[in-house]
């Protein structure tokens, strides 16, 4: 069955940086767009990026310029680098795969139909 796991997640301060990974296993790992979600206490999950198969990749207007999202398809991971991180960067991240090789824009969550149980990032002052 599909499965995916996150890891890399943790506590640093404002202004580092940190790199999660997804490991995805039981389906064509290089035949679907992954995407990357968190979820901050209180708050909705949004989207914060993610990488079609042809290695396009979009980005949440509040993470553009700080996050890179990539994925090694030989090793069926999905990555986030995290730089300069910020104190609302505080959330729980989520791996996720789209239905289908393209991913939309805005990153609706209803067009992603597997999901990783999430890693804990938080960032202080």
């Known amino acids: 069955q599909v499965q995916l796991v996150e890891s890399g997640g943790g506590s640093v301060q404002a202004g580092g940086s940190l790199r999660l990974s997804c490991a995805a296993s039981?389906?064509?790992?290089?035949?679907?767009?992954m995407g990357w979600f968190r979820r901050a206490p209180e708050k909705e999950r949004e989207g914060v990026a993610a990488?079609?198969?042809?290695?396009?990749?979009t980005y949440a207007d509040s993470v553009k310029g700080r996050f890179t999202i990539s994925r090694d398809n030989a090793k069926h991971t999905l990555y986030l680098q995290m730089n300069s991180l910020k104190i609302d960067d505080t959330a729980t991240y989520y791996c996720a795969r789209h239905f289908s090789p393209y991913c939309h824009s805005n990153l609706p969550t209803r067009e992603f139909d597997y999901w990783g149980q999430g890693t804990q990032v938080t960032v202080s002052s």
């Open positions: 990488i079609s198969v042809d290695g396009r990749t």
């Open positions: 039981g389906y064509t790992y290089g035949f679907y767009c």
